[in-house]
Structure formats: structure tokens, C-alpha cells
């Protein structure tokens, strides 16, 4: 997945209509979730070939609990 836009069609797939719905969208205006999109919309991410790299450990300790990798979801 390149884009936002991807992202977002798999996670409509995936996710019952009522999730997706609650995550996709914003209060009133929706004026945070069209600045985050903007945001989004000026990264691009190019894939690179990893070399030399045998074991990666994307775990960390967050508030005192372990966890495997560091992606979260606020409290909502």
C-alpha cells in the first residue's frame, strides 16, 4: 500500500461498515481529518530493498507494557 487513498479501500474491505465509518470520518466541518489527509497527501514513501538485515525487532515498552510493534490507536 502506496497511498492513503489504499489504505483505505482495504481497510473498507475489512472492517464492518459501521468501524471503517467511525474511523474514516470527522466532527462537525471535518476540518482536522481534511488537514490530516492534505498532510498525508505531500508524503510519498518509496519502497527500498532491505540488505543485510538477518532479525528486526520492532517491539518497545510503552507506559510499561510490552508491546510488539509501536502502532496504537487513541483512546476514542
Do not use: H, Y
Amino acid at each position: 500500500l502506496n497511498t492513503l487513498a489504499q489504505f483505505e479501500k482495504v481497510a473498507s474491505q475489512c472492517l464492518p461498515k459501521n468501524i471503517f465509518d467511525f474511523f474514516a470520518g470527522g466532527a462537525e466541518e471535518e476540518l482536522s481529518l481534511k488537514e490530516n489527509k492534505m498532510i498525508f497527501d505531500r508524503l510519498k514513501l518509496v519502497p527500498r530493498v532491505l540488505k543485510g538485515i538477518e532479525f528486526i525487532n520492532f517491539s518497545t515498552k510503552i507506559l510499561g507494557n510490552d508491546i510488539s510493534i509501536p502502532v496504537l490507536i487513541a483512546p476514542i
